[in-house]
């Protein structure tokens, strides 16, 4: 069964400091995703990408957050300065026409 | 925007018995999913429904969706305690692409 591998699965990090979370979508994908999930929150979209550029973002996703598919096979999302607020589960997923909608297992995300 | 509702918000049941949850739109669903979380992880991929009327089953899990496709229902026959977890429910628009909107969660407690 194909998977989304997302990496770390766990990052601390210092408010005010910049995180990289990664990903690797499946391979056939065309479309892919962030959502975040805050302890005891729903689970809630940041963030979609097709074809090279974001086809749709939440107002979450601010001058704070990017994302980018530097290679045929990675897709990242930057937090720069991160908050205390932005502790949460970030999801990555990938989805492709009739192909499935599949997320990985998750980074865990601790500001302090 | 759209709003899902999951009910009930939390269901402790007896292993072998039958369960059922609830998830309504506050708009026509055009791509409903189903997920299951453990506490802390990834959401695995259930099923997906898109047409009015539609039924999917897979091993002892079976959704439905309404034929006026603004309600869908997961049914678990014969409870197992692996079948334990975070039961979400995710609308999009269909065809397996695009912004996802989940419901807060249903957490199915199966005792031995």
């Known amino acids: 069964e194909p998977e989304v591998t997302q990496t770390p699965s766990h990052q601390v990090t210092q408010m005010g400091q910049e995180v990289i979370l990664r990903c690797v979508p499946i391979s056939n994908h065309l479309y892919f995703y962030w959502y975040r999930q805050i302890l005891g929150q729903k689970v809630e979209f940041l963030v979609s990408f097709y074809n090279n550029e974001i086809s749709e973002k939440s107002e979450i996703f601010d001058d704070q957050f990017s994302v980018e598919r530097p290679d045929g096979s990675n897709f990242t999302l930057k937090i720069r300065s991160t908050k205390l607020e932005d502790s949460a589960m970030y999801f990555c997923a990938s989805s492709g026409y009739n192909y499935g909608y599949t997320f990985g297992s998750g980074t865990r995300l601790t500001v302090v | 925007s759209q709003e899902l509702e999951q009910s009930p918000q939390s269901l402790i049941v007896q292993e072998g018995k039958n369960l059922t949850i609830n998830c309504t739109s506050s708009?026509?669903?055009?791509?409903l999913y189903w997920y299951k979380q453990k506490y802390g992880e990834g959401l695995i991929f259930l099923m997906m429904l898109q047409k009015g009327g539609e039924e999917k089953s897979h091993e002892k899990i079976t959704a439905k969706l309404d034929e006026k496709k603004q309600q869908s229902s997961l049914h678990i026959t014969a409870s197992q305690p692996s079948h334990a977890g975070i039961y979400l429910c995710g609308a999009g628009p269909g065809g397996s692409y695009g912004k996802l909107t989940f419901g807060q969660g249903t957490i199915l407690t199966v005792h031995p």
């Open positions: 708009k026509t669903l055009y791509g």
